[in-house]
């Protein structure tokens, strides 16, 4: 849970004087009382500028709870004269019971030099102490992550829920296997995959994708892949064989559903967002809850986790033949 | 009367003092030694009376002079200039032009002391800071001897002499240097100055390690993984490359700077403070690096210069470009070496040390990586190894330093995540840190060596790299290069990978 945001305070830098700039802007924060400069990773995002208000939303409710030096690069690509501009210095100040008064440090850059240039900033802007997680706010499977920002993160966090292609969003995130990646959408197949293992202690039969079904609402394609992807990686199937996949209509409550068997005998994993429940014929049916938690809570969440996920790395492996075979 | 002294704190720099600065028209004298002085004189340290004279082939007068200091003052002080502080700041200064080489060169500078000396009661003390190119070294000590204004023989009125790196181009022509200077100074009156001794956190390693118990123990072979130094510019060569062309980062950084830090960090425990103490303790350790000779040179060292490139996000052209630079320049920019220093604490354990300018940011660190813990428990997941370690000192900027451990995440589910422990100079003692230049022109007026390199020192960190410069002026092969902004060659980064590890992201 997000803390409350007591005060805001920006102020135009300039790109050489920014760790001056900061340092007075928290001395002048401390003058007003006792305040922590919480800090524990570096969290860069770049964002094309024509973007920048979408991914605006959450930085300060994800930097509540993981607290950072957030680095923003708002990249203007457009082929104007190379300038690194409008630099800001920011402190975001926050209140939570129990823990006082603490801030986090913002950075916020509008740079109009090439691709290629982008990552000095970063390296001169970051704090080298700590880890570099690289927040990828666009939908990357239509803007793919530039590879010189991305190889100074130790993570590379994402949501898989903005993809348009899920296709190109898988063969966009391979050369990124050896780093932590860190999938939001990822975080909500969670739930969802306990259930189907809970299906499968009903069925000690093997499950094979030609009689399985995976049902999603539209907007949750790239969930319903990720679980596909999963289910090919743990039960070794061949690379182009996954269950059918079936859209389902938007107005519906089911977000996705896995069916397994036929007839009397299916399977039945179906989770609503809230819960997934898990049906068969022969047992009483199983609830599991899913927590109920928003976006920045679950970006935070996905930051503090450091970990290489091999699952999901097996899942989008599993995905990544699939899609080169088809 | 001596009772009222009895029981206060000894003043600092008690002893009135004539402090003359060769070179004092120059760019060290403006940016760094008069803002020095000033901030000294700030702080009530400055002795009751004092003269500093500024010498050079300016035709400045008295009244010239302070207002170059002042520029300087208002335009590199740490702290603002203070009208009254500066109104008797700058009663005490005053300059001479004089020309060393030509005949009688220091006779209206001797002339102008004696005056000077004389109507503000001076004894005679003085300090001769050589703020001059290193060619003119020997001839300026050869004049001050010829113009007699050095006694060796007695102790009052004192007179010492500071040279500032570098000391010499190899080891032949530092041992010339110093015996030069030895011919007129006796060692103990001789202050070889690295202002990177002087910054607060170079200070404070000892401090660190000896007076606390939680780190000595652990400063070892036995818990101690490696050590990496890294010293960063994030400038180019500017308008230095007549010297730097002809010294390059191994001579101008590794040989003083990166070996100084390295003798502070590895030293054994010293049985006192003395200065002579402390620096037969660095000592021994330069004279325990194992030494990098013929084809080692080519797996433990490498060198590269930088290519044109971006800093923070703007072109900047590279080394060859550089106004001043030959364009077949082989001069290296940067330097990554690993060495060993074989003694018994730190037996097998590599030192990394990297340095080069028109790397990504200014930043000058030592970090003291801890072995990771056993695989098992909290370690035991392979595809998730913790963070081993590490005591990260912080030497510039930001000076502090940083403790690396790792912790639980709150919640149930729990998870580790390295956090740090971090201490800040500026924000716990708040003000402004003292300047290096300050503490040790303070030391020097104190006869206070301890931060100062001693001659024995500077000849074993020449004898250490004059096997690496005399490979690389064998050497044919392609120098390497990076482009500006990263943190130097793909080579560098081979050179630690291949032990496993990977240099530490400043």
Redesign the interface.
Same mark, same amino acid.
């Given at each position: 849970m997000a803390a409350a945001v007591i005060e805001r305070v920006w102020r135009a830098s300039s790109?050489?004087t920014i760790?001056r700039d900061l340092?007075d802007l928290? #001395?002048d924060l $401390?003058a007003k009382g006792p305040i922590a400069?919480a800090?524990?990773a570096n969290l860069v995002i770049v964002r094309a500028a024509r973007l920048e208000r979408r991914a605006g939303v959450a930085i300060d409710a994800v930097a509540s709870q993981h607290p950072s030096r957030v680095i923003i690069i708002d990249h203007d690509s457009s082929g104007g004269p190379?300038?690194?501009r409008n630099a800001r210095v920011g402190v975001v100040t926050f209140a939570a019971a129990g823990t006082g008064r603490y801030g986090i440090e913002q950075i916020a850059?509008r740079?109009a030099?090439?691709d290629?240039?982008?990552?000095?900033?970063i #390296?001169?802007l $970051?704090r080298?102490?700590?880890?570099?997680s690289v927040w990828w706010a666009e939908d990357l499977s239509q803007v793919p992550p530039r590879a010189s920002i991305v190889e100074m993160g130790r993570q590379l966090v994402y949501d898989s829920r903005q993809w348009s292609d899920v296709r190109k969003g898988v063969i966009a995130l391979e050369p990124w296997s050896h780093l932590d990646l860190a999938d939001v959408n990822w975080r909500r197949l969670a739930a969802i995959r306990r259930a189907v293992i809970l299906a499968a202690a009903v069925d000690n039969g093997e499950w094979h994708p030609a009689g399985m079904r995976i049902a999603h609402r539209p907007a949750d394609r790239a969930l319903a892949w990720l679980l596909a992807g999963w289910l090919a990686s743990r039960l070794n199937w061949s690379a182009g064989a996954l269950p059918a996949m079936e859209e389902l209509p938007p107005e519906g409550d089911t977000v996705v559903e896995l069916s397994v068997g036929r007839g009397a005998d299916t399977i039945s994993v179906r989770s609503d967002g809230r819960h997934v429940v898990v049906e068969h014929y022969s047992r009483p049916r199983s609830v599991i809850g899913i927590p109920q938690e928003g976006e920045a809570d679950a970006i935070a969440a996905e930051l503090?986790?450091?970990?290489?996920d091999?699952r999901l790395h097996d899942a989008l492996s599993a995905l990544h033949r699939h899609f080169s075979a088809a | 009367m001596e009772r009222l002294a009895a029981g206060e704190p000894a003043p600092p720099a008690s002893d009135p003092v004539t402090f003359v600065i060769f070179g004092g028209a120059g760019d060290l004298a403006h940016r760094k030694l008069l803002p020095a002085l000033y901030n000294l004189h700030l702080d009530g340290l400055l002795p009751p009376r004092v003269a500093i004279v500024g010498c050079g082939r300016s035709t400045m007068d008295d009244a010239g002079y302070r207002t170059f200091a002042k520029d300087g003052i208002e335009r590199f002080s740490r702290r603002p200039l203070d009208t009254h502080a500066w109104e008797t700041f700058e009663n005490s200064l005053f300059f001479v032009n004089s020309s060393i080489g030509e005949d009688q060169s220091l006779a209206a500078l001797g002339a102008r002391l004696d005056t000077v000396e004389h109507e503000l009661g001076l004894p005679g003390n003085r300090i001769y800071y050589l703020a001059i190119p290193p060619t003119l070294f020997v001839p300026t000590v050869k004049e001050l001897a010829r113009a007699r204004f050095v006694n060796r023989s007695v102790d009052r009125p004192f007179a010492r002499i500071i040279v500032e790196k570098p000391i010499g181009h190899d080891l032949e022509s530092a041992r010339a240097i110093n015996d030069a200077i030895a011919a007129v100074f006796k060692e103990n009156q001789i202050y070889r100055i690295d202002h990177y001794l002087g910054k607060e956190t170079v200070q404070n390693i000892l401090v660190l390690r000896f007076a606390n118990m939680i780190f000595e123990p652990l400063f070892n072979h036995r818990h101690v993984d490696s050590v990496q130094i890294t010293v960063a510019e994030?400038e180019g060569v500017g308008t230095r490359a007549g010297y730097y062309d002809h010294a390059g980062a191994l001579r101008d950084m590794v040989q003083n700077h990166l070996l100084q830090l390295v003798s502070l960090i590895a030293l054994e425990p010293p049985r006192s403070l003395d200065a002579d103490v402390i620096r037969d303790k660095k000592l021994e350790v330069l004279q325990s690096l194992r030494p990098i000779e013929g084809d080692a040179v080519a797996t433990c060292v490498v060198r590269a210069q930088y290519t044109a490139?971006?800093?923070?996000?703007?072109?900047v052209p590279g080394y060859l470009e550089e106004k001043g630079v030959p364009p077949n320049s082989r001069t290296e920019t940067f330097v990554a070496l690993k060495l060993f220093i074989d003694n018994w604490r730190w037996a097998g354990v590599p030192f990394f040390i990297r340095t080069g300018k028109r790397l990504?940011?200014r930043?000058s660190?030592i970090s003291v990586q801890l072995k990771r813990v056993p695989p098992i428990l909290f370690n035991a997941?392979p595809?998730?190894p913790l963070d081993a370690n590490?005591l990260?000192i912080r030497i510039q900027?930001?000076e502090g330093f940083?403790l690396?451990i790792c912790s639980k995440?709150p919640g149930p589910r729990g998870?580790v995540?390295?956090?740090?422990m971090d201490f800040h100079y500026?924000?716990t003692f708040g003000g402004s840190t003292p300047e290096a230049y300050e503490r040790l022109l303070l030391d020097v007026m104190e006869g206070e060596a301890t931060l100062f390199m001693r001659r024995d020192a500077v000849e074993a960190a020449w004898q250490w790299v004059m096997p690496i410069l005399d490979y690389w002026s064998k050497t044919t092969a392609p120098l390497p290069t990076y482009p500006a902004?990263?943190?130097g060659p793909p080579e560098a980064n081979r050179l630690i990978e291949s032990t496993g590890r990977e240099w530490?992201?400043?």
């Open positions: 790109p050489a760790e340092s928290w #001395r $401390a400069r800090i524990m190379c300038e690194v850059v740079s030099c090439a290629e240039s982008i990552p000095s900033l #390296r001169r $970051a080298g102490a700590l880890p570099i503090h986790s450091l970990s290489h091999a | 994030e490139g971006f800093i923070l996000g703007e072109p990504p940011k930043a660190e997941n595809h998730a590490v990260s900027p930001d940083a690396g995440i998870g995540y390295p956090v740090q500026g924000s902004g990263e943190w530490r992201p400043l």
